[in-house]
């Protein structure tokens, strides 16, 4: 079994953040070291409904060469899918949040190894059924994971274990 250790980031709020996420960086740096601690790497994030807490949308910074902040700035303000099917659904983008999270940790049968982010992602989907992602809603489809959350984890559950094979509304706390 694989296991992934996440070290959450957030609630950020998205009007506030887009303002921010503009700057250069390094006036981001200096004048929002927190935000730079998050930002400035790879990993994964979760828009959020600040009304409903439900989530909107997971999806992945999978390049050291695209950071948090370059894949969030294009998702929000570039013509990216998630842009897209936030006008096809009507969604305003300003009654968003999100999270972003770092793999802190990642075993595989208890020996350290380097995840693609994919390997993560698709679980906390079918996990979570964020409203506007299309794929890996049905079935866990991959091997067998264990995911542990902690940080500003927010609606995400501590710990939860997906097998291959589970439907993803089965899915159960560890």
């Known amino acids: 079994m694989k296991r992934f250790f996440l070290e959450w ?3 950020f709020n998205v009007p506030e953040i887009v303002e921010k996420l503009k700057l250069n ?3 981001l740096k200096r004048d929002h070291p927190h935000l730079a601690e998050a930002f400035f790497q790879y990993g994964l994030y979760m828009f959020v409904d600040i009304v409903s807490f ?3 949308y997971i999806g992945q910074a999978a390049s050291r060469h ?3 902040r370059t894949r969030i700035r294009w998702e929000l303000v570039g013509p990216s ?7 096809e659904e009507g969604i305003d983008q300003n009654s968003l949040a999100f999270q972003v999270a770092h793999v802190k940790k ?4 208890n020996k350290p190894f380097t995840p693609s982010l994919g390997m993560i992602e698709f679980p906390l989907i079918c996990k979570m059924q964020p ?3 299309k794929t890996g809603k049905k079935k866990h489809r991959k091997e067998d994971v264990d995911i542990v959350n902690s940080g500003n984890i927010g609606i995400i559950p501590e710990r939860f274990t997906l097998r291959r094979g589970q439907k993803c509304q089965q899915a159960s706390p560890f």
């Open 25 to 27: 960086v390094q006036r």
């Open 106 to 109: 990642a075993l595989d049968n």
């Open 131 to 133: 409203a506007l992602n």
């Open 66 to 68: 695209k950071s948090l």
């Open 9 to 11: 980031y957030g609630l």
């Open 81 to 87: 899918y998630f842009a897209h099917r936030l006008k």
């Open 54 to 56: 439900q989530p909107i």
